[in-house]
């Protein structure tokens, strides 16, 4: 989610020493590689589709095992009254990093994700864009992911985050408003033994077909942040790449007004966006995004084309 600046840190403080122990309490079985195998990269999951042992983005968002079996790690999640989407404990092995990127995923549009340090050490430092920050133990942090962003653990330690991922609700945004207040108090979330809270989830997913309304937000968007070279072929380029994009919403809207989520008109459905995405990559060569310079197509496919039309997972 784009943010109006890189990090903010929330006016909250959770009790380090009971995750360490819930944490230590998992299986090293537990620990799983990271998704797009990162170097040094590995993560428990606490909260997933359909609650297993997977990284899909999409689908019934269900707290996993390890999490049933971690009273206060729910307690802390449940304590912000939000609904969490895709959540885990991430690992980074000592000098292990994760290397500069930009999130353009569909999932990342309206979402934000939550740091909550519970091992680390001065020395590791959070990087995004021109600005770094120590997320230190016990606090909680949000940043802005489409900005270019990476994470370095310079030292002999591992470092353990909790990391959960959500579109917020108004008090959210109201408690992450009050974090930017001088000296704002903080608010102690100790561990309740008695309490056993309620742990919002998603659970809507993907459209089969991706509605229009949907369709012209995300791609009107990606046009506000096209940037190109200031040579004549490049912006020549961009004007027609700009032209591909309404034609593409206009067309989508006529497939759509005419058949819906129907799935015989899935073959439809493919060859407009297949005929559309050869000729947007053709026509991108030059075009990046204005924020964090990633290649225009690369959010375009990541972003929009990728989760346009999803068939039921098996």
């Not at 991430?90 to 309206?110: E, I, N, S, T």
């Not at 108004?170 to 608010?187: D, I, K, N, Y």
């Not at 309404?246 to 008109?265: I, K, M, N, T, V």
Request: net charge neutral.
């Amino acid at each position: 989610m784009k943010l109006a600046k890189p990090f903010y840190r929330l006016p909250l403080h959770f009790d380090t020493r009971r995750l360490r122990e819930e944490t230590a309490t998992l299986p090293p079985s537990a620990w799983a590689k990271h998704p797009k195998d990162f170097e040094g990269n590995s993560s428990i999951r606490l909260i997933s589709a359909g609650g297993g042992e997977n990284d899909y983005f999409n689908g019934m968002m269900l707290p996993t095992p390890h999490l049933m079996q971690s009273p206060y790690i729910r307690q802390v999640l449940a304590s912000f009254g939000v609904v969490w989407s895709r959540s885990r404990l991430m690992k980074l092995a000592p000098f292990a990093g994760v290397r500069q990127h930009a999130d353009v995923h569909h999932h990342w549009f309206d979402r934000v994700r939550v740091h909550i340090p519970i091992i680390t050490h001065p020395d590791v430092r959070f990087y995004c864009e021109s600005e770094s920050v120590h997320m230190a133990e016990g606090e909680a942090w949000i940043f802005d992911n489409w900005r270019l962003h990476r994470v370095e653990n310079p030292i002999d330690a591992e470092r353990v985050h909790l990391v959960a991922d959500t579109s917020g609700n108004a008090a959210f945004w109201r408690l992450v408003a009050r974090g930017e207040l001088p000296s704002p108090a903080q608010s102690e979330h100790s561990y309740d033994a008695a309490h056993d809270p309620e742990l919002l989830t998603e659970r809507t997913g993907l459209r089969p077909v991706m509605q229009p309304a949907e369709v012209d937000l995300l791609l009107l968007d990606l046009q506000t942040e096209l940037a190109a070279p200031p040579d004549a072929v490049a912006q020549e380029q961009l004007a027609h790449f700009c032209g591909l994009l309404d034609a593409f919403r206009r067309d989508w809207r006529h497939l759509y007004q005419l058949f819906g989520e129907s799935q015989s008109a899935l073959p439809q459905y493919t060859k407009l966006r297949d005929d559309f995405r050869r000729a947007a990559k053709e026509r991108s060569q030059f075009l990046t995004m204005r924020t964090n310079k990633v290649a225009a197509h690369s959010v375009l496919e990541g972003r929009v084309l990728a989760s346009m039309l999803v068939q039921p997972r098996v």
